[in-house]
Structure formats: structure tokens, C-alpha cells
T-cell receptor
Framework: GAVVSQHPSWVICKSGTSVKIECRSLDFQATTMFWYRQFPKQSLMLMATSNEGSKATYEQGVEKDKFLINHASLTLSTLTVTSAHPEDSSFYIC???????????FGPGTRLTVT | AQRVTQPEKLLSVFKGAPVELKCNYSYSGSPELFWYVQYSRQRLQLLLRHISRESIKGFTADLNKGETSFHLKKPFAQEEDSAMYYCALKGGGYNKLIFGAGTRLAVHP
């Protein structure tokens, strides 16, 4: 089946620094990728939708200058958390759509801790 | 506004008992609904989709437009069904999903 990977799985960074999270579709081409944020014991909150070769579409309330998304190829999307602060600590999950299919394939998530 | 409501945070049953995880939605158009499951230490994965009307792992879900519900049911719960279950609505552009808060199903021996 379709597999989505994320790297790193866990990262700690200091307040004020930037951190990049990668999302890769390993065995399919993903025209659309999604980035979610999940707080402990809470649901997934969609942050943005990215389409290969175009600018990401951010959900209301998500700072596009803080959460930079780049969908450089059909198999790779990156999320960069710029000038991270402790409140950005969370679990970030990406998903990918294969072609024009309906099923989103989810990555395992990346736990970000900002100290 | 598009919204998915899962009223129960935790559903605790004994093995062999029937299970119903509730999901209600709010959507102005024709909805497309899904159930996703997340087993312990695993990633989120699709369980079933209302359009396919199939049974997966003994689970079924019927879309009731009159009650705006998409409840997930299984007649006889198994211990391996213990997981977090999310109801999701596909709405807006780009096939984006709106998730409910999730219900943790705990099946006891």
C-alpha cells in the first residue's frame, strides 16, 4: 500500500531557531499533501494544503510566515517552523493524496519540542 | 459551518458487546464521510468510507442525511478493536478533511 514517511520523527530545538520537517510519499506521486497539528489527546487540526508547484493554502488562523510549506516535488513536502517558541511544541502530521484519489495516507508524525 | 462532532471521548465495552461510535456532522453540501482509526503507536489509517458501503473488520457505518449522522457500528467488539476512532468530513477544496475530536474505544476481556 501507499506509504508516507516523515523525518525527523522527533526533534528538540531551542526557542528562536527554525526547524524543518519533511514529508515523503515513498511509492506514489502525491499531487496534494496536507499538514496537520495535533495537541495531546486532541484531534487533528488542518494547518495547510500544499499542491506540487504552487503556493500552499493555509487554514484560517495559521500564520503562513511562521509555518512555511514547500511542495518541491510530487514526493516531497516540507514544513519549516520559523522562530519556534514553546507554544509551537506539538505533534505535526502530514498526509498525501495519490493522484486524484480520495484516500489520504498519513505519515507517522513528528514530535516537536521547543525549549 | 462545516463541523464534525463526536460526543464521546471514551467508549468502554466488554468483548463481544455491540459497539456504536457516534458521529454527527454539519455541512451545507452533499457530504462525503470517512472513519479513520489509529491503533496504539501506529499512524492514522482509513477504516471506511460512506460511499463504498462496505464492512471493514466487521465495522459498518450508514450515512443518515436526515439526522446528519454517520455512526460507526460493530455487533461484537473484539479486544483488537481498541483504538482511537476519528470521524472525518471531506469538505472544501483540495479534498481536505475536517476531523472530529475522536473517540477512544476500549474493549475489555
Amino acid at each position: 500500500g501507499a506509504v508516507v514517511s516523515q523525518h525527523p520523527s522527533w526533534v528538540i530545538c531551542k526557542s528562536g531557531t527554525s526547524v524543518k520537517i519533511e514529508c515523503r510519499s515513498l511509492d506514489f506521486q502525491a499531487t496534494t499533501m496536507f499538514w496537520y497539528r495535533q495537541f495531546p489527546k486532541q484531534s487533528l487540526m488542518l494547518m495547510a494544503t500544499s499542491n506540487e508547484g504552487s503556493k500552499a493554502t493555509y487554514e484560517q488562523g495559521v500564520e503562513k510566515d511562521k509555518f512555511l510549506i514547500n511542495h518541491a516535488s510530487l514526493t516531497l513536502s516540507t514544513l519549516t517552523v520559523t522562530s519556534a517558541h514553546p507554544e509551537d511544541s506539538s505533534f505535526y502530521i502530514c498526509s498525501a493524496l495519490e493522484g486524484f484519489g480520495y484516500e489520504q495516507y498519513f505519515g507517522p508524525g513528528t514530535r516537536l519540542t521547543v525549549t | 459551518a462545516q463541523r464534525v462532532t463526536q460526543p464521546e471521548k471514551l467508549l468502554s465495552v466488554f468483548k463481544g458487546a455491540p459497539v456504536e461510535l457516534k458521529c454527527n456532522y454539519s455541512y451545507s453540501g452533499s457530504p462525503e464521510l470517512f472513519w479513520y482509526v489509529q491503533y496504539s503507536r501506529q499512524r492514522l489509517q482509513l477504516l471506511l468510507r460512506h460511499i463504498s458501503r462496505e464492512s471493514i473488520k466487521g465495522f459498518t457505518a450508514d450515512l443518515n442525511k436526515g439526522e446528519t449522522s454517520f455512526h460507526l457500528k460493530k455487533p461484537f467488539a473484539q479486544e483488537e478493536d481498541s483504538a482511537m476512532y476519528y470521524c472525518a468530513l471531506k469538505g472544501g477544496g483540495y479534498n481536505k478533511l475536517i476531523f472530529g475530536a475522536g473517540t477512544r474505544l476500549a474493549v475489555h476481556p
